[in-house]
């Protein structure tokens, strides 16, 4: 029978877990107070996350705390109407082995995050057919204490370890709500900040505070490292993003950041740096690599060039651009710029020959 219900509780269908006991009175709305404070250790002994298999048999798709306390996640029903009573995100106490939370009234449960204090969120992502998100925090029973909607998909969020604070990040959308960074304050139930995402697309943001307050945030991107935002949303680390893009970047991401430095930077040192950014990554193609950024780095090279006064090898440079591809935008610059260097090279040629058929001073033929 144990056998039996360890295979129920594997596919889906029954908890591997007894009821749970009711939960211990908690305030609906938890203080900012309350969430400064250091969580409580519920046991003395190193709580150890239960294997992927409880994992599966509790939630499906689970996200863990950072102290390994808790454990939030939720079931995706799919297409089988007898799985839809698994619907929903759950909560479980590690320390207890426990489910002590269950939230279903949920659209379409998309992602979790969940703090070192229980606070839980979930990125509900409501109808398939719409751009709208709604972002949820839940305090340990499973009460909402929190909620933004937004007309956007979120790419994602994250709690900080006290669970007062969120960060989350839409996708393009079109409207007021597109790709916009926000840092929220739960326990004050409201927006810090809402801003561009300088740093770009974000997979996972962290957390400085310091005796409760949020100091910084932090975004990180891909495999650059991690950028620091202010509690107000202004973008700190602008010179180490730069750098970083440069030196450690795709070529996609070296190209880019070369033709932003010198739209910010217009002093010669910066000209001169992004011009040998652009070089060294054109030079380290390799044939069977991904070409779609030749372009644009020919292009780029090419204005570069000019900047430098370097006109006969500003087309060349365009030429390249074009043979990569015809649409790349400068045909014109470059028709002109070849007419221009045709007009120079008669004209040079014009004052040479006539200097060769002047008379000399002298009297005696040249």
Known sequence: ??????????????????PAPAPRPVASVPTAEAMDK??????RKPIRLPSKIDDMMDFGLAQHSPNKHWSVGYWDPGPDASQKRQRGVRL????????????????????VDVSDTGVFGVNDAGQAAELSANLVIFDTTGTQVYWRAYKANLAGFSISPCGRYVASQTCNSGNEDSFILEIHDVAQKRVLASCTPVAGWSSEYTFETDDGKLKRVFAKINSLGKFAYSPTGEFLDAKKFMTTRLTKGDPWTRIRAAGELVQTDESD???QRAFGVVEATIAAFQPGQDDRWLAGGYRLKGELLEKMNRPAEAIEAYRAALGRDSKIGVKKRLAAMEKAASQKLLLDTGVEQNAESEPRSDGLQP
């Open 269 to 271: 040192k910066a000209l």
């Open 92 to 111: 479980r106490d590690n320390s207890t082995g426990r489910i002590v939370a269950t939230v279903r009234n949920l659209e379409r449960p998309f992602s």
């Open 1 to 18: 029978m144990a056998l039996l219900k360890n295979l129920l509780g594997f596919f889906g269908l029954i908890s591997r877990t007894a």
């Open 38 to 43: 250091e969580p409580v250790e519920l046991s």
